[in-house]
């Protein structure tokens, strides 16, 4: 199955059972203080589960994009490093809102994974919650005797509060939850050490594709649990690795999602992807950063150096450089790699090919004004570090002042290197500019219009190229 059969396969699947299909909501989120990007398919649900809204339907199921850089879910660091974590990523989803709950929300999920998508049930394993006798939860017994009836029991493995139990926060709808694992190990391998349990925490082959959320209690202020009158199902399914398991592959980029645009990105530096660790990793970055970018643009939000705009901004910066030092592009380049996306998600997300030459360009004007200063800032790195054995704070400092290296870029340069960053210090000096330039907006209030929402806005710092067009667009006349 393609990539694009098997998206169409999971949503004509739970139409057939009586699902509404509902489009992906964007990636970024402008209403919500407490999220930047949408990081999970229920999230466009939420007053829904809150009891705020009531559902037009019952039952609905879509795939969402989602991306994961920022609060509690953070995969940035291991994108490109391991195989199976994107910034943006794809999530299939079926909703039951107050409807069907853990039978048919279990039966389904094996009908469709082992009779439409015919994985090999040898390889799929299932979580169940434990159970947690300090916080008074019990073990999730009524999901374990439902999988027992299409799984093996030693194929149901017990999970723990932190991967087992889903909580929307502090108070409001939790519940047990159920994964379903695939093992993608070779046959070799996995007679070998036959009996052993084994989830995605025990080997990198072994990866989590979907997780069955219940959610059947109300955590009140007090930190008590009530019953919720209706219960709800929430499902998410990684959509990349689905494929993966589908394709027989051993990594998300051997897919037909990733391997147009690796190829392309090959072909273009002239290096074979596969042949070295090191530029493997270049081109899976590129590949997976792009896509980030390219939707929060389309999406609405452009790279800047506030907020949501500076995580943009810094996933950019991360791609520019791993293009820049391990692949040779010294000229703009990642910026070509929109149209191609676009036309990847021609029917899925169209909001991509609608302003693919926005996008585009928005991307090129990012890796001309990073390029820039990359090269010298570079170069200043480097002649740093022949004398030095950790990077200061001072430094860190100049190196996001001076040349826009964000400071995550400053420390995975040092780490290549095995050199610490003093982040202390760099947070002082960051500090110090603040209230420099504070002062200095207080003097020029007779001429700048002020800029800052006042405290809302997070200040990051004082990036040269970035400020010095703000101030031009903000000149009053
Ligand atoms: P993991 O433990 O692998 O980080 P998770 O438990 O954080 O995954 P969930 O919050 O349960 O993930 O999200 C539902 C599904 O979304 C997961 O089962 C997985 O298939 C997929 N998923 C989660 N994070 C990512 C990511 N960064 N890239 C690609 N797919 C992801
Ligand atoms: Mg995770
Ligand atoms: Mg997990
Ligand atoms: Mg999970």
């Known amino acids: 199955m393609t990539s694009k059969e098997i998206r169409e396969a999971f949503l004509s699947f739970f139409k057939n059972k009586s699902h509404d299909i509902v489009p992906s909501a964007p990636v970024v989120v402008k209403d919500d203080p407490t999220l930047m990007f949408t990081n999970a398919g229920m999230n466009q649900f939420k007053e829904i589960f809150l009891g705020e809204t009531l559902p ?26 391991d195989t199976y974590h994107h910034t943006l990523f794809e999530m299939l989803g079926n909703w039951s809102f107050g409807d069907y709950f853990k039978k048919e929300a279990i039966a389904w999920a094996w009908e469709l994974l082992t009779e439409v998508y015919q994985l090999d049930q040898d390889r799929l394993y299932v979580t169940i919650f434990e159970g947690d006798e300090k916080e008074g939860l019990e073990r999730d017994s009524e999901a374990y005797d439902l999988w027992k009836s299409h799984v093996a029991e030693d194929r149901i493995l017990l999970g723990n509060k932190k991967d087992n139990f889903w909580e929307m926060g502090e108070t409001g709808p939790c519940g047990p939850c159920s994964e379903i694992h695939y093992d ?18 025990d080997d990198p082959q072994v990866i989590e594709i979907w997780n069955l959320v ?19 199902v929430d499902t998410g399914m990684g959509f990349e690795r689905l494929v993966r398991a589908i394709q027989g592959k051993t990594s998300n980029y051997d897919t037909d999602v990733f391997q147009p645009i690796i190829q392309f990105i090959a072909e273009r530096a002239g290096i074979t992807y596969g042949a070295d660790e090191k530029t493997d990793i270049a081109m899976r970055v590129l590949s997976d950063h792009i896509r980030a970018v390219s939707f929060a643009i389309a999406d609405g939000q452009l790279p800047s150096n506030n907020k949501a705009g500076y995580v943009i901004r810094r996933i950019l910066r991360r791609a520019v450089r791993y293009a820049y030092t391990f692949l040779g592009f010294k000229t703009p380049f990642i910026n070509e790699l929109v149209p191609l996306l676009a036309k990847q998600f021609e029917g899925v997300f169209d909001e991509l090919i609608q302003q693919q030459s926005f996008v585009q360009k928005v991307v090129l004007e990012e890796e001309v004004s990073f390029l820039r200063t990359l090269t010298t800032g570079i170069q200043r790195f480097e002649n740093y570090i022949a004398e030095h054995s950790a990077i200061e704070g001072d430094f860190a400092f100049e190196l996001f002042d001076t040349y826009g290296f ?10 290549e290197k095995g050199l610490r960053v003093d982040m202390e210090g760099f ?19 007779g001429d700048w219009v002020t800029v800052s929402n006042g405290d809302e806005t997070e200040f990051v710092g004082y990036d040269y190229l970035e400020a010095t067009t703000q101030l031009l667009k903000y000149r009053k006349v």
Do not use: W, Y
């Open 56 to 81: 037009k339907h019952t039952r609905v199921t879509d795939t969402q994009r989602c991306l994961r850089v920022s609060g509690k879910h953070n995969d940035l660091e291991e994108v490109g490093i």
């Open 214 to 232: 219940f959610m059947q209690f109300n955590r009140l202020k007090s930190g008590k649990l009530e019953p919720l009158p209706a219960k709800h």
């Open 406 to 415: 964000p400071i995550d870029l400053t420390g995975l340069l040092a780490r």
């Open 184 to 201: 993608m190990r070779s046959d070799e391998e996995r007679e070998a050490i036959r009996g052993q349990q084994l989830v995605n925490a």
């Open 427 to 445: 947070q002082r000096a960051l500090q110090q500019q603040k209230e420099r330039s504070r002062a200095a907006t207080a003097i020029d209030t």
